[in-house]
């Protein structure tokens, strides 16, 4: 079946870069998405991309997608210590989604 | 818009008990999820509706049992609470077709016993 692998955890200093990073198994994947979750907080879209695309910018968020190697990325540009949070990526091809085991992204002063 | 809401926000269970976790979103969603969330391991589906008085089994639906009488509600039971169901309960929603964003609500935190 469907698998989606992440590292689970990643610690940078304020103001540099995240990077986190995500595999997937299902080729058909039409949607990838990123999601964050807070503490005592439900899951909350930050951005997606279309599988035949190639990068996507919005504001301090890149995503990129190499669809060749099934590997996608989400750089957080700037990082503050409101990014800390897990960090979801979730794959859609068919009816349902099927999400990473998350990584939890601390912001170190 | 109150998005998604979910009741209760936290329960006990003793083993063997029953309970009811209730979902209600207010967008006119066709499609709704429930998910478990244990540590390390992502989010597994548990059962999913594509529509008012549609169920259907997700990833790890053992255990569980759902409704969908109305639109905007979607119950999930648990008849024989096991411990092995301690986690973190996730309901979203979504519109349908691809491409479609998840709305997820707060979570209920079920500890049994």
């Known amino acids: 079946g469907e698998d989606v692998e992440q590292s689970l955890f990643l610690s940078v200093r304020e103001g540099d870069s995240s990077v986190i990073n995500c595999t997937y198994t299902?080729?058909?994947?039409?949607?990838l998405y990123w999601y964050k979750q807070e503490p005592g907080a439900g899951l909350q879209l930050l951005t997606y991309?279309?599988?035949?695309?190639d990068m996507k910018q919005d504001q301090r968020l890149t995503v990129l997608l190499n669809k060749k190697d099934k590997h996608l990325s989400l750089r957080i540009a700037d990082t503050q210590t409101g990014d800390s949070a897990i960090y979801f990526c979730?794959?859609?091809?068919?009816?349902?989604?099927?999400f990473g085991p998350g990584t939890r992204l601390s912001v170190l002063p | 818009n109150a998005g998604v809401t979910q009741t209760p926000k936290f329960r006990v269970l003793k083993t063997g008990q029953s309970m009811t976790l209730l979902c209600a979103q207010d967008?006119?969603?066709?499609?709704m999820y429930w998910y478990r969330q244990d540590p390390g391991m992502g989010l597994r589906l548990i059962h999913y509706?594509?529509?008012?008085?549609?169920?259907a089994k997700g990833e790890v639906p053992d255990g569980y049992n759902v409704s969908r009488l109305k639109k905007q509600n979607f119950l999930l039971g648990l008849e024989s609470a096991a411990p092995s169901q301690t986690s973190v309960y996730f309901c979203?929603?979504?519109?349908?077709?691809?491409?479609?964003?998840?709305?997820f609500g707060p979570g209920t935190r079920l500890t049994v016993t």
């Open positions: 979203a929603s979504s519109y349908s077709g691809t491409g479609g964003e998840q709305y």
């Open positions: 299902d080729s058909s994947s039409t949607y």
């Open positions: 991309i279309f599988s035949n695309m």
């Open positions: 979730a794959e859609k091809g068919g009816q349902n989604f099927v």
């Open positions: 967008m006119n969603h066709e499609y």
């Open positions: 509706s594509v529509g008012e008085g549609t169920t």
